[in-house]
């Protein structure tokens, strides 16, 4: 329809250029499904916008088009209904599950996420860093593009050496298996356990230090329990990721990459990039940036986190042909990464195809989360507590088997979770709490999957059969249904643009409230219409079944 009002326009004299600039979707239904504010061409016609409005009003017409209104400098569609009924259903049952799709992109694009360290398991922030990476993942690939997962494992660095040491002085040879432990958790005991012993022997920061240096001089026995406690947590790792239903096609390992960073750093002091300080620390001077000093390599020799990214953003290139590259990272590494495309500029790198997508941190009703101090939300203990809270509500309304009810709840949990973590422009700290997350009503993912299920149920209970109807004189429910039905391509490619899963959360939920308020208030099994109402029952379930994949959510036939 957009397509249409635009060649109308085009006919009418104007260039397709200022149409696409300036055509609008009114916030208020009442001014039209789309306004074209009349301000633009005022200057090069001499006239005043309103005398435009009204003239153009008077001249466009169409038989897609019910109406062309003037109001103001502003000139209002109003789509034939019955037209776009037409239209939109015959193009989602035709598409189906590519409805909304494109192919309009065919970029070669990285989405790194989310690079966990192998020190701990992973919490809550880990879960929307995930939540966030696949979903984008996902609308990229919708969009015609090949998309890359990538998951760059940190698993060296003084934090590593922290859960190793506390491990080495009081593990006392124990292991996951002896203690019934989960492997990534086992590990990230020991981490706590070091920051509450380095509050009572502050020298315990130097060993750890000295753990490192040892670790990167080659030490066997140091790296024998490198290894041993890495393993652990690696196992660990890829249980929560399958558990969420996260797979990469590439990992990266930060003790493979830093040696060619160090040469890098090295190479940046030959060249006068970097500068060697007095204490023998290696540094780069971004003052002129705005970002003050950083240190690359230690007094020591050691290696910082920066040093091995500055190696691995070339890298990645060079193995896949990349276009682009997005760091999936809290904004609490805004200054990392400026401070990494600063130096990378300086070595003559193009930045301009590296991206830091930074979302907000997730904090719990009770404040804010502590890896050091083990008061985070960890990942599989949330996902099973909310399992559990979702288990006690299918208990109430059926009577399952053990392993339905075990299915079942894993993705009703999951739907909460991701929707939860979703639905905030993720550029914005959120507050997460697991008793509203799953309520099976309101702005949530259940309430989703439960509106589908629905739907489903609809079309179980009734003889659909596409194409036996005529759509004639809709409803404005009908109406608002088709409307909102009709837009999500516009809704897919506006979330491409700005990597805001957020924009798809919104509207699987709009979209969801408008079908339950068209089913309670039009009658479907029985009603004249019915083979009608059947079809905008059966488009709703596509649309938003195809929503909840760009999500990561999967739905279920019933709840």
Not at 153 to 172: A, P, Q
Not at 347 to 375: A, W
């Amino acid at each position: 329809m957009k397509e249409i009002i635009i060649k109308l326009l085009e006919k009418a004299g104007m260039q397709r250029e200022i149409i696409l600039q300036n055509l609008e979707v009114p916030k208020d239904s009442s001014l039209g499904d789309f306004a074209f504010p009349c301000f633009a061409l005022a200057k090069s016609l001499k006239k005043n916008p309103v005398e435009i409005a009204k003239k153009l009003a008077s001249e466009i017409s169409s038989p897609e088009i019910e109406k062309v209104e003037a109001k103001g400098p502003y000139l209002n569609f109003f789509i034939n209904g019955d037209f776009l009924a037409k239209e939109t259903i015959k193009e989602i049952e035709k598409e189906k599950n590519s409805y909304g799709s494109s192919s309009n992109s065919k970029k070669r694009i990285m989405v790194e996420y989310p690079s966990p360290n192998t020190n701990k398991p992973l919490h809550l922030g880990h879960l929307r860093n995930m939540a966030i990476g696949e979903s984008v993942s996902r609308i990229l690939e919708y969009c015609g593009n090949k998309v890359i997962r990538a998951n760059l494992v940190n698993d060296r660095g003084v934090h590593i050496c922290k859960s190793m040491l506390s491990y080495e002085k009081w593990g006392k040879g124990k292991t996951p298996k002896s203690e019934n432990k989960k492997p990534d958790h086992f590990v990230g005991d020991y981490y706590v356990l070091f920051n509450k012993k380095s509050k009572e022997n502050p020298n315990l920061e130097e060993e750890a230090q000295e753990c490192l240096r040892k670790w990167e001089a080659g030490d066997k026995k140091t790296l024998a329990l490198w290894k041993k406690m890495n393993g652990w947590a690696m196992e660990g790792l890829k249980e929560t990721y399958a558990l969420f239903g996260v797979k990469h096609d590439k990992e990266y390992f930060e003790s493979c990459l830093y040696k060619k960073g160090k040469e890098i750093v090295e190479l940046g002091l030959k060249k006068g990039i970097f500068r060697k300080r007095e204490d023998d620390a290696i540094i780069v001077d971004l003052s002129k940036e705005g970002f003050g000093e950083k240190v690359l390599l230690r007094k020591d020799g050691t290696s910082v986190y920066i040093t091995q990214d500055l190696y691995l953003a070339k890298l990645k290139f060079d193995e896949f042909k990349l276009d682009s590259s997005i760091y999936v990272v809290g904004n609490e590494q805004i200054y990392h990464f400026n401070v990494l495309f600063s130096i990378l500029r300086k070595f003559g790198i193009d930045t301009s195809k590296l991206r830091h997508l930074s979302y907000g941190m997730v904090e719990l009703p009770e404040g804010k989360m502590k890896s050091r101090e083990g008061n985070v939300v960890d990942a599989d203990d949330l996902i099973l507590s909310i399992q559990s809270l979702a288990k006690e509500e299918l208990r109430k309304r059926f009577t399952l088997s053990k392993k339905e009810l075990n299915d079942r709840s894993l993705k009703i949990a999951l739907a909460a979770i991701k929707y939860m973590l979703l639905k905030i422009d993720i550029s914005k700290n959120t507050i997460f709490n697991p008793k509203e997350a799953i309520k099976f009503e309101g702005d949530t993912g259940p309430y989703l999957l439960y509106s589908y299920a629905r739907a489903k149920s609809i079309l179980r209970k009734a003889k659909y059969h596409p194409e036996k109807y005529e759509i004639k004189n809709l409803n404005d429910m009908e109406k608002h249904l088709v409307n909102q039905l009709s837009i999500f391509p516009e809704i897919v490619s506006e979330a491409l643009k700005s990597y805001s899963p957020n924009i798809i959360a919104n509207y699987a939920f709009q979209l969801s409230q408008m079908f339950n308020e068209f089913y309670h208030s039009d009658k479907v099994i029985g009603s004249e219409q019915e083979q009608l109402r059947l079809s905008l029952v059966s488009c709703f379930s596509q649309v938003l079944k195809n929503a909840l994949f760009l999500l990561g959510i999967q739905v279920l036939e019933k709840m």
